[in-house]
């Protein structure tokens, strides 16, 4: 308990660090908001009445305040180009990255954890080669290839078996959901496919070490079989391992699904970010560096507090890396 | 139970390891088996257990009671390990399950082959626990709450609790220091003698061996070079590797035992 409280601080103090790194950041890079809304050819005091008005003009401090401020209650503030109110911009946004990363990294789990373990269980070389072949050519699948290739076998109109729709996103979003989930299947295969290639990689590599160990060794003494052994002693001895891996391409997957989100038309989290920056609408991206930062430092919280779950000798120990000392 | 090997060949891909060794344990025998690294040794104890990486090719034969293990199915095998051959590992913070408690740990032998309640398992582990000399709350702590002399006697309590009809016990003592040595080795061949199980002793430390076998087997380079009496193979090898590795472990532990004295 002591543990996930020092975490819990720990995260707020980087919170509050990174809150400023992202402020300072986009002051210091160059752009001024005030001079692109104005236009090019617009004329100097229609720019300085517009700083004004933005507030862009007063004391750094004090427009750091205001956003943190505003923050803490809630409130992302209200998009420079837009007048939309940041929350709901990425609200909308959010309500299409997340479910379609976590239908990716489910369908990469489904693929990659029993692909991952069948490699390691397989006793004959050429089915171990086999499964090597196969982590290797899914993992080098680039992700627009790899969702051009299922468009063109499902998508519809377009596609060998035109069945899935790969184009768009509802324009009433969840409103009906079955249409909303359908839209997404393909974009989530692409994820999940590319995705699950790799988690199968880690989940062999983890468990090919455990299995010459001397724990699975041990549980075959007291009478398992090979098989039962690595998937009980083995598979539960890589979790925290596994664990971190999940967390972490969970975490990466929110920007790194950009390009899918493009090929498939999906006004998604990464897309916004990246239309945001180019606008230089200054409120709107750093509110939504700031919670994409503290999203990574969640899920790096879940998963360090996992661990400790996970693995008994990290009770009295400081880190993970005092153990593996 | 009684142990026959003959002929036994293996080899690791294509490099072979161990070559045409023959070897008998009778019932209630404790045999030993020397060699420095390398030799073979723990790839002989791993055929008996068929424990060999996926790599290995072994040929020959293995009798372990009536039981064939060469090209047995592992379903066979596993039915063996654990019910009627007790391993005791080198390395036991290697080898104990770091998630699981001591108890569950000795437990999971009695587990996998016995039909018994939760009760009657900690009642089992409980008594096995006061053999090998450990206190009863030792059986909720975790493999690194203990020291290494603990760990060990952990181990040796996994391989006994369901009173296995042979031991083999691959350099347990290898990890500890020279006093934990020869306590566990002790508690080790007093825990067979007393089940009447016969027992494979792997090391290569001479001392340890004259203590724990009555009788053992040389082996170098993956060959059988002497075999005797364990007295009269330390008093008397026989052939030059064996004298040899003799004289070699004589200077090595009188080396050890200086050097303990002077800490």
Same mark, same amino acid.
């Given at each position: 308990?002591?543990?996930?409280?020092?975490? $819990?601080? &720990?995260?707020?103090? +980087?919170?509050?660090?990174? /809150?400023?790194? @992202?402020? %300072? #950041?986009?002051?210091? =890079?160059?752009?001024?908001?005030?001079?692109?809304?104005?236009?090019?050819?617009?004329?100097?005091?229609?720019?300085?009445?517009?700083?004004?008005?933005?507030?862009?003009?007063?004391?750094?401090?004090?427009?750091?305040?205001?956003?943190?401020?505003?923050?803490?209650?809630?409130?992302?503030?209200?998009?420079?180009?837009?007048?939309?109110?940041?929350?709901?911009?990425?609200?909308?946004?959010?309500?299409?990255?997340?479910?379609?990363?976590?239908?990716?990294?489910?369908?990469?789990?489904?693929?990659? $954890?029993? &692909?991952?373990?069948? +490699?390691?269980?397989?006793? /004959?070389?050429? @089915?171990? %080669? #086999?499964?090597?072949? =196969?982590?290797?050519?899914?993992?080098?699948?680039?992700?627009?290839?790899?969702?051009?290739?299922?468009?063109?076998?499902?998508?519809?109109?377009?596609?060998?078996?035109?069945?899935?729709?790969?184009?768009?996103?509802?324009?009433?979003?969840?409103?009906?959901?079955?249409?909303?989930?359908?839209?997404?299947?393909?974009?989530?295969?692409?994820?999940?496919?590319?995705?699950?290639?790799?988690?199968?990689?880690?989940?062999?590599?983890?468990?090919?070490?455990?299995?010459?160990?001397?724990?699975?060794?041990?549980?075959?003494?007291?009478?398992?079989?090979?098989?039962?052994?690595?998937?009980?002693?083995?598979?539960?001895?890589?979790?925290?391992?596994?664990?971190?891996?999940?967390?972490?391409?969970?975490?990466?997957?929110?920007?790194?699904?950009?390009?899918?989100?493009?090929?498939?038309?999906?006004?998604?989290?990464?897309?916004?970010?990246?239309?945001?920056?180019?606008?230089?609408?200054?409120?709107?991206?750093?509110?939504?560096?700031?919670?994409?930062?503290?999203?990574?430092?969640?899920?790096?919280?879940?998963?360090?507090?996992?661990?400790?779950?996970?693995?008994?000798?990290?009770?009295?120990?400081?880190?993970?890396?005092?153990?593996?000392? | 139970?009684?142990?026959?090997?003959?002929?036994?060949?293996?080899?690791?891909?294509?490099?072979?390891?161990?070559?045409?060794?023959?070897?008998?344990?009778?019932?209630?025998?404790?045999?030993?088996?020397?060699?420095?690294?390398?030799?073979?040794?723990?790839?002989?104890?791993?055929?008996?257990?068929?424990?060999?990486?996926?790599?290995?090719?072994?040929?020959?034969?293995?009798?372990?009671?009536?039981?064939?293990?060469?090209?047995?199915?592992?379903?066979?095998?596993?039915?063996?390990?654990?019910?009627?051959?007790?391993?005791?590992?080198?390395?036991?913070?290697?080898?104990?399950?770091?998630?699981?408690?001591?108890?569950?740990?000795?437990?999971?032998?009695?587990?996998?082959?016995?039909?018994?309640?939760?009760?009657?398992?900690?009642?089992?582990?409980?008594?096995?626990?006061?053999?090998?000399?450990?206190?009863?709350?030792?059986?909720?702590?975790?493999?690194?709450?203990?020291?290494?002399?603990?760990?060990?006697?952990?181990?040796?309590?996994?391989?006994?609790?369901?009173?296995?009809?042979?031991?083999?016990?691959?350099?347990?003592?290898?990890?500890?220091?020279?006093?934990?040595?020869?306590?566990?080795?002790?508690?080790?061949?007093?825990?067979?003698?007393?089940?009447?199980?016969?027992?494979?002793?792997?090391?290569?430390?001479?001392?340890?061996?004259?203590?724990?076998?009555?009788?053992?087997?040389?082996?170098?380079?993956?060959?059988?070079?002497?075999?005797?009496?364990?007295?009269?193979?330390?008093?008397?090898?026989?052939?030059?590797?064996?004298?040899?590795?003799?004289?070699?472990?004589?200077?090595?532990?009188?080396?050890?035992?200086?050097?303990?004295?002077?800490?």
């Amino acid at each position: 308990m002591r543990f996930v409280i020092r975490r $819990l601080l &720990l995260f707020v103090v +980087a919170l509050f660090g990174i /809150s400023v790194v @992202v402020f %300072a #950041a986009l002051r210091i =890079l160059p752009g001024d908001v005030a001079s692109i809304m104005a236009g090019i050819n617009a004329p100097a005091s229609r720019v300085a009445q517009l700083r004004e008005q933005l507030g862009l003009n007063r004391p750094l401090i004090a427009q750091y305040f205001d956003w943190m401020g505003a923050l803490v209650t809630g409130d992302f503030g209200t998009s420079i180009l837009t007048g939309r109110s940041v929350t709901s911009l990425i609200g909308a946004r959010a309500s299409i990255t997340f479910p379609l990363i976590i239908l990716g990294l489910l369908i990469a789990m489904a693929i990659g $954890l029993p &692909l991952g373990c069948a +490699a390691v269980l397989a006793r /004959s070389p050429r @089915v171990r %080669a #086999a499964f090597h072949v =196969l982590a290797i050519i899914g993992g080098s699948v680039p992700a627009l290839w790899g969702g051009l290739l299922l468009i063109l076998l499902f998508g519809k109109g377009v596609g060998v078996v035109g069945i899935l729709p790969s184009q768009g996103f509802p324009l009433d979003g969840w409103e009906q959901p079955g249409s909303a989930i359908v839209s997404l299947i393909l974009p989530a295969l692409t994820v999940g496919i590319i995705v699950g290639a790799s988690l199968m990689r880690y989940t062999r590599a983890a468990l090919g070490d455990l299995a010459s160990s001397g724990y699975i060794d041990m549980a075959r003494s007291c009478g398992m079989t090979r098989t039962q052994a690595v998937l009980n002693v083995g598979l539960r001895l890589a979790m925290p391992q596994l664990v971190s891996v999940i967390g972490l391409t969970f975490a990466s997957m929110i920007t790194g699904v950009m390009v899918i989100e493009n090929l498939f038309a999906l006004p998604g989290i990464g897309n916004g970010l990246v239309t945001d920056v180019g606008n230089r609408d200054l409120i709107a991206v750093q509110s939504e560096l700031f919670l994409l930062a503290a999203f990574f430092l969640g899920i790096g919280l879940i998963v360090d507090v996992l661990h400790r779950i996970l693995d008994p000798r990290l009770k009295n120990a400081g880190s993970v890396a005092e153990v593996n000392a | 139970m009684s142990v026959t090997v003959e002929g036994l060949n293996i080899a690791i891909g294509s490099k072979p390891i161990v070559a045409d060794v023959d070897l008998n344990i009778a019932d209630g025998e404790r045999v030993g088996l020397i060699g420095s690294s390398g030799s073979g040794k723990s790839m002989i104890s791993k055929a008996m257990l068929g424990l060999l990486p996926l790599n290995a090719t072994v040929s020959g034969s293995i009798t372990l009671g009536d039981a064939q293990v060469v090209g047995a199915p592992e379903r066979e095998l596993a039915d063996l390990r654990g019910r009627y051959v007790g391993t005791v590992f080198q390395n036991p913070a290697a080898s104990l399950n770091p998630v699981m408690t001591v108890a569950q740990q000795m437990g999971l032998p009695l587990k996998l082959h016995y039909d018994l309640t939760e009760a009657e398992r900690s009642e089992r582990v409980a008594a096995m626990l006061g053999k090998v000399g450990l206190q009863e709350e030792v059986a909720g702590k975790y493999p690194h709450e203990l020291s290494g002399g603990q760990q060990q006697r952990v181990g040796i309590a996994t391989a006994l609790i369901t009173s296995p009809r042979f031991i083999i016990a691959d350099e347990p003592t290898t990890a500890l220091d020279s006093i934990t040595q020869r306590q566990i080795v002790d508690l080790l061949t007093s825990l067979v003698d007393d089940a009447g199980a016969s027992m494979l002793f792997i090391t290569h430390d001479f001392s340890v061996l004259a203590h724990a076998t009555t009788r053992c087997y040389v082996l170098e380079s993956g060959r059988i070079v002497d075999s005797g009496a364990t007295a009269d193979v330390l008093a008397n090898p026989q052939t030059p590797e064996s004298k040899r590795l003799v004289s070699a472990a004589r200077s090595l532990t009188l080396r050890n035992t200086k050097e303990d004295l002077h800490e």
